[in-house]
C-alpha cells in the first residue's frame, strides 16, 4: 500500500468521525460554557468571604485534594476547584476516553470494521484516523468554553485571569489527548463498546481519585504514574504557574500509549 494511498485513508476516516462528534461536541461546548457562566454569575457573591475560607480550612486535607481548592478567596480558586476539576478532569476526561474506547470497540462489534478495512487501507491508518477524530470535540470545547468565561466575567464584573484562563485551556489539551489514547488502547483490544468504554470511565475516575488520595499521604511520589499529577488547575488559574514539562510528559505518554493500541489493533483477530 502506497504511502498516498495511506494518507488519503488516514484523511477520510478523520474526517468521517470528526463529522460524526461534531454535533455532540457543540452540545457539549454549550453545556459546559453554562454551567462555567453560572459559576462566574454566582462566583463573586461566594468567594472572599472569611466564612468560606475557615470552611476551607476546616475541611479533611484529602476532602481538600479532591476537589482542587487552593484558595476561595477569588473567582479562579472556585473555578478551579470546582468547574475545572469536574467538567475537565474527570468530566470531559471521562468523555473523551469513553467516547474513543466505545467507537473503536462499538465498530468491532457491530462488523462495520470490517466493512472499513476491506478497502485498501491498513489497521493502523484507520485507528490513528479515530483517534484524530477526537481532536474536534477537545478542540470545540476548550476554543468555545475559554472565550465565553471571560466574556461572562467582563460582564459581571467578576476578576478573571485571560491569559491564565487561556493557558489552562491549552494545556488542557495535552491531558485530554492521553485519555483519548486510553481510550483507543482499550477499544483496540476488546470488542465490546459497554465494556471498552466503562473501563475508560473507571480510569478516570479511579486516577482523579487515587491522585488526591495520594497526594496527602507518605505514598505521594506513586501519583507520578497518574495523568491528573500533569495538570493543575489551582496551579495555573490561581498561582499562575504553567508547566510545559508536565504537558511533555503527558504528549509523550500518549504517544507510547497510541503506539501500543496500533500494535495490539493490527494483531488481533476481527
Do not use: C, K
Request: charged share 15%; glycine share 10%.
Amino acid at each position: 500500500m502506497s504511502a498516498d494511498s495511506d494518507g488519503s485513508a488516514l484523511r477520510t476516516v478523520a474526517r468521517f468521525e470528526a463529522e460524526r462528534r461534531l454535533r455532540t461536541a457543540v452540545v457539549a461546548a454549550a453545556v459546559l460554557s453554562a454551567y462555567g457562566v453560572l459559576f462566574v454569575w454566582v462566583g463573586p457573591e461566594l468567594v472572599g468571604g472569611e466564612e468560606m475560607q475557615a470552611l476551607l480550612d476546616a475541611m479533611p486535607a484529602v476532602l481538600t485534594a479532591m476537589l482542587g481548592f487552593e484558595s476561595l478567596a477569588s473567582l479562579s480558586g472556585l473555578l478551579a476547584g470546582e468547574y475545572y476539576t469536574f467538567g475537565w478532569l474527570v468530566g470531559l476526561a471521562g468523555y473523551v476516553a469513553y467516547s474513543t474506547a466505545g467507537a473503536v470497540a462499538g465498530d468491532v462489534e457491530r462488523g462495520r470494521m470490517d466493512t472499513l478495512l476491506s478497502a485498501p487501507v491498513s489497521r493502523p491508518t484507520v485507528l490513528v484516523g479515530y483517534f484524530l477524530a477526537l481532536l474536534v470535540p477537545i478542540v470545540v470545547v476548550n476554543a468555545v468554553t475559554a472565550p465565553v468565561l471571560y466574556v461572562s466575567a467582563v460582564l459581571f464584573d467578576a476578576t478573571l485571569s485571560a491569559e491564565r484562563l487561556v493557558a489552562f485551556h491549552v494545556l488542557s489539551i495535552p491531558y485530554l489527548l492521553f485519555w483519548a489514547g486510553v481510550g483507543l488502547l482499550l477499544g483496540s483490544v476488546t470488542d465490546r463498546s459497554r465494556v471498552a468504554g466503562r473501563v475508560a470511565l473507571a480510569l478516570v475516575f479511579g486516577s482523579w481519585l487515587a491522585e488526591a488520595v495520594l497526594d496527602v499521604t507518605d505514598y505521594a511520589w506513586v501519583g507520578a504514574v497518574l495523568p491528573t499529577r500533569y495538570l493543575d488547575p489551582s496551579g495555573i488559574l490561581v498561582d499562575g504557574e504553567y508547566n510545559l514539562v508536565a504537558a511533555a510528559v503527558l504528549l509523550a505518554g500518549t504517544a507510547v500509549i497510541v503506539g501500543l493500541s496500533r500494535a495490539a489493533f493490527a494483531r488481533r483477530d476481527l
